[in-house]
């Protein structure tokens, strides 16, 4: 995991403590995940810095609980969308952007009614490759990386979404888990699209 200062640090263990508070009253993260929180949530989603541009504008759809959008936010101090359809997700999402004091924002929205551009599009747990291309490809620029954390079915599903689309792909080992794989994209787009 990355190094951190103590006030990130303790930043981290408060948005922990938030998670497991609102876990009572809505399922954000599985119950047997919070006794392992600072690997399976925490680690998992600060590896995913490493593979971005520094300073940049991040995109976490699917937010739920945060992650990995929170978790990037408190670490980087980058601006981070917190995309999240579904209210009351949405309203633990801005409860805790204002306890951590983040420059972030939540969207409640579904991605593919969004606008604007991001540097990094992420999504943790929310559908298959081809589909999330399809979901965010609006949201990119030329130079945005897309950085999913996938299970050890990544490879498959690549090859999957390269039957209708092209790009720059790589496949990464995850740092948290051995079965786990995190795919990055670049230049992402519909094959036959120039």
């Known amino acids: 995991m990355i190094a951190v200062s103590r006030g990130t640090a303790a930043k981290l263990e408060q948005f922990e403590a938030l998670v497991r508070a609102e876990n009572i009253h809505q399922n954000l993260v599985s119950a047997s995940t919070l006794t392992e ?28 609980a945060g992650l990995p959008g929170i978790v990037v936010a408190i670490i980087t101090g980058d601006p981070v969308a917190l995309v999240e359809p579904r209210r009351l997700r949405a309203d633990f999402l801005r409860r805790a952007c204002q306890a951590l004091a983040l420059d972030a924002i939540v969207i409640e929205s579904k991605a593919d009614r969004m606008t604007g551009s991001y540097d990094v599009i992420t999504a943790r747990a929310v559908a298959d490759l081809a589909t999330l291309f399809a ?12 950085i999913f954390p996938k299970g050890r079915n990544a490879q498959k599903e690549l090859d999957a979404a390269l039957q209708s689309w092209q790009g720059e792909f790589a496949v990464v ?22």
């Not at 979901?135 to 130079?143: C, D, F, G, R």
């Open 37 to 64: 929180f600072a690997t399976r949530h925490v680690a998992d989603g600060a590896q995913l810095i490493g593979l971005a541009p520094p300073q940049s504008s991040w995109c976490d759809i699917g937010s739920g």
């Open 135 to 146: 979901m965010t490809e609006h949201l990119a620029h030329s130079n945005t990386r897309w």
């Open 173 to 194: 080992p995850s740092e948290t888990s051995d079965e786990a794989l995190i795919v990055v994209a670049e230049r992402v787009r519909r094959r036959g699209k120039r």
